[in-house]
């Protein structure tokens, strides 16, 4: 079986190829650098991504928000209902953690709020 790709890692957005059998990997081929091989491979073994979205502050606004790792790609909807949930404290810095240890990730904020 072959799967085609375009690696998201960076801009350059490269053209990969995997092929496989029996779920095994057996070539990757397009990528440019290393961490492009290594995004196939998760890819194609347990992908996972990144969620950026808004969590509800105590005065009724709103603050954008990031897991700080990848998590993976079957626990978005789980995790997306946590972030719906959550109703933040105020004062908020970038990098604040909102929720600790969402699928191994943590639930940061990416801007600051008052
Ligand atoms: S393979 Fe490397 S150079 Fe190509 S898009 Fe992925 S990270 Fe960028």
């Not at 053209?15 to 196939?40: F, M, N, S, W």
């Not at 979205?53 to 790609?73: E, M």
């Not at 933040?88 to 801007?111: C, H, M, R, Y």
């Amino acid at each position: 079986m072959e799967r085609k790709l375009t690696c998201i890692i960076c801009p350059l957005g490269c053209e990969l190829t995997v092929k496989t059998e029996d779920k095994q990997i057996l070539e990757i081929t397009g990528h440019t650098c290393p961490r492009g091989k290594a995004y196939a491979e998760s890819e194609c073994t347990a992908p996972k991504r990144t969620i950026t979205s808004t969590v509800k502050c105590a005065d009724g606004g709103l603050v954008s928000v990031k897991t700080d790792k990848p998590i993976p790609k079957e626990k978005m909807s789980e995790c997306m209902e946590i972030i719906n949930s959550i109703k933040a404290k105020l004062p908020i810095s970038i990098g604040d953690i909102i929720v600790e240890n969402v699928f191994g990730s943590n639930i940061v904020a990416t801007q600051n709020r008052r």
